[in-house]
């Protein structure tokens, strides 16, 4: 008879690596048919082929390795998603909740430990360490119902991160105390060597990352980079005494703003994790669990069930209490409860560090009792953790689609394109101006002059838009794309246009001035006064994730315009998925409009509000402008409530104060959803960029400084 177990556990690293992909891949399907969460499948799966299972695989060195870089990738995702904006708005909130959740489940711990299972006082201090932090094992049922930046989520992620810092330090100081460092002298140290620690990564990795990311645009290039930045970062922090994952942490904080969370780049961070690396952690720390333990005798199943409810219940009292301070709903508790209440690495590097301590020769802290308690005690709180979790999801989405007021949005971004050297910029403007919550594609258009070159600049035409293609999806986003031909360009955009129903246009200025010396170009021109929707003209002089403020100048009159909350929205995405300030400049009564509608709709944005008395004082503004700046200038088409004649020296003016500056001219609706403009004699469709009028003042001022010579 044939005997499988002589060829388990498999040793082979091509099987190994089938063997966890297979996991991944199905475990989610038959959890799926269970109507459980996934990530209790990769745990499961885990137990059964570890060697307290089947033993189909042995918990080797790419599992300790992978393992440890889906923790990292953990946190450093949980710290890249967090709305830093909300972080500073609500710290004393962070304080409350992280202390909270650290002491509560620690105390509970401690007393129950040496009153109900008789452990001396360091061994119930070091258990109660363990419960007093938390992993966050079901942060990835988070990134999968979008929820990143939710207030709940934010307050479980910072104060998971402060429970297991404080954790770690009591730990340390434990540690410190069976050694020779005990003393003054070594927190001295160790708080020097973390201060500086923090103090380099907030000072280096910006002009690191600032320096590459304008300088590389290789997607590839860039997404090492990051993970590079993550893992020097994990380094030293254990360098100084302190967990790898802190550092990640404090590296993803650091990086978010760089990197914007609609971006491709954050689309290829999270999929590389989801997909492998994080899957590959919850398998081996399902391998670590022994279920045969619970079969062993009475009292492992006692000391199981105090640890679970004490060190559980300790954290619910922390979540649920936090959330009756803050006047957060339930479903923000159950949110709280659930990400904060699972224990997984942190635990099991806590109870190896007690196993290595010494109470007497030959005597350890942790005996065999406490570390097979502390590891069922993993398997039971990551189930809690994943199901609590993904019902708080559930009821946290449906509350949100209860308060959404069904408003007729029409958007749908039309991206005219010609030069390669800025479409993808374009394209990145898009991604950060569309609305994520409606999910709808956006149309690439390439219009082609009908001459003798048409066929060669098609062909150009149909592998520009195929590269974009190829950008957007790194993005899930769905780009439908056309090559047109057409005799009249604004006429080609303008049919386009319609044929699509598109609601605004989003254009590069033209940079080869060399054919066509004019500021707005050959059809620009034509094409803003032919088409009453927004227009949003751009040219880019960096990458946008690298800018740091965004200035716009606001005309007086403009919250008159049919458009005004159409762009401001667009403005207001735009800054908050760059993580960067915006200021708005304009009269009095613009700005209070803008401050209420920002306040309302995105609380989260950082805005300031200046006043500018006058539109001749643009100029002015040029001084304020640095290279990391975006200067959006909303203007007015002729005839319009808000146009000014000022505005016909506009080409000029930036021309002459904003050369080498990013900047953005945006064009507003003018007649509200209408989708069809009538086009007769009395609106004539094209402008000069000068009138003759401008023409005649200058000729006139020559006269007069002639004269005056």
Aim: proline fraction near 3%; glycine fraction near 6%; include cysteine.
């Amino acid at each position: 008879m044939l005997n499988l177990t002589s060829y388990f556990p498999i040793t082979s690293p091509t099987l190994i690596f089938f063997v966890v992909l297979l996991i991944i891949l199905s475990a989610p399907i038959v959890m799926g048919k269970l109507r459980i969460p996934h990530i209790i499948g990769m745990v499961l799966a885990g137990i059964v082929i570890g060697e307290h299972g089947l033993n189909i695989l042995e918990r080797d060195n790419s599992f300790e390795l992978f393992g440890k870089v889906g923790l990292l990738y953990i946190m450093f995702l949980a710290g890249l998603e967090m709305d830093m904006e909300s972080v500073k708005k609500n710290s004393k909130r962070f304080l409350a909740f992280g202390l909270l959740t650290c002491f509560v489940p620690l105390a509970m711990t401690y007393f129950m430990a040496m009153w109900l299972l008789d452990y001396s006082k360091t061994a119930s201090f070091l258990l109660g360490c363990i419960m007093a932090s938390n992993t966050l094992i079901a942060y990835p049922i988070i990134s999968r119902y979008g929820l990143q930046r939710h207030s709940s989520v934010m307050l479980s992620v910072g104060s998971s991160m402060l429970s297991l810092f404080m954790a770690l330090l009591m730990l340390a100081a434990l540690a410190a105390s069976y050694g020779e460092d005990t003393g003054i002298g070594f927190w001295i140290l160790f708080l020097l060597k973390f201060v500086a620690f923090c103090a380099a990564s907030i000072y280096l990795i910006p002009k690191l990352s600032r320096y590459f990311l304008r300088r590389y645009s290789d997607a590839v290039m860039q997404f090492i980079f990051v993970l590079s930045v993550m893992f020097l970062s994990a380094a030293l922090s254990e360098v100084i005494g302190v967990e790898g994952i802190v550092g990640a942490f404090i590296a993803g904080l650091i990086l978010n703003r760089y990197i914007p969370h609609v971006s491709p780049l954050m689309n290829r961070i999270e999929f590389i994790g989801n997909a492998l690396f994080i899957p590959y952690f919850l398998i081996g720390v399902g391998m670590l669990i022994n279920v045969r333990i619970l079969f062993e005798g009475s009292n492992i199943l006692w000391v199981v069930a105090l640890i679970v409810f004490f060190g559980t219940f300790g954290k619910a009292v922390a979540a649920y209490l936090s959330a009756l301070l803050f006047h957060l709903p339930q479903s923000a508790g159950h949110m709280m409860f659930g990400l904060t209440c699972a224990h997984a690495a942190g635990a099991i590097a806590m109870v190896m560090v007690g196993m290595r301590l010494q109470v007497s020769p030959g005597v350890f802290l942790v005996n065999d009792e406490m570390l097979n308690g502390v590891i069922i005690m993993i398997l039971i709180t990551c189930i809690i953790s994943t199901m609590m979790t993904e019902h708080a999801s559930q009821q946290i989405i449906l509350m949100e689609k209860r308060m959404v007021t069904t408003t007729s949005d029409d958007e749908k971004i039309l991206l005219c394109v010609k030069y390669p050297e800025i479409a993808p910029q374009l394209l990145e403007l898009a991604i950060m101006m569309r609305n994520q919550k409606l999910n709808r594609g956006l149309v690439a258009l390439n219009v082609v002059y009908d001459d003798n070159k048409a066929t060669a600049n098609r062909e150009q035409g149909l592998r520009l838009l195929e590269h974009l293609q190829q950008r957007a999806s790194a993005s899930d986003i769905h780009i439908h794309t056309q090559v047109r031909l057409a005799t009249n360009i604004a006429n080609g955009i303008k049919h386009a246009f319609r044929e699509f129903g598109c609601s605004e246009i989003i254009m590069g200025m033209h940079v080869h001035t060399d054919v066509n010396p004019k500021f707005w170009g050959e059809f620009i021109q034509s094409l803003y006064n032919g088409l009453n929707r927004q227009i949003i003209l751009t040219r880019f002089m960096q990458p946008l994730n690298t800018l740091r403020r965004i200035q716009v100048a606001v005309p007086s009159r403009a919250e008159f315009e049919p458009g005004f909350h159409r762009w401001l929205e667009r403005l207001a995405r735009m800054a908050g998925n760059l993580d960067c300030r915006i200021q708005f400049h304009g009269r009095n009564e613009s700005l209070e409009l803008i401050r209420e509608y920002i306040n309302n709709h995105h609380p989260g944005v950082r805005a300031e509000y200046t006043f500018m008395a006058h539109w001749n004082e643009l100029p002015r503004l040029a001084e304020i402008i640095r290279e990391d700046h975006m200067f959006i200038i909303v203007t007015a088409r002729k005839g319009t409530i808000s146009y000014k004649t000022a505005l016909e020296r506009l080409p000029n003016e930036l021309m002459q104060h904003f050369s080498g500056k990013n900047l953005m001219i945006l064009f507003p609706d003018q007649y509200g959803s209408q989708k069809e403009e009538s086009m007769t004699f009395t609106a004539a469709q094209h402008q000069e960029e000068s009138s003759i009028y401008n023409a005649l003042a200058r000729w006139l001022n020559r006269q007069r400084t002639q004269q005056t010579h």
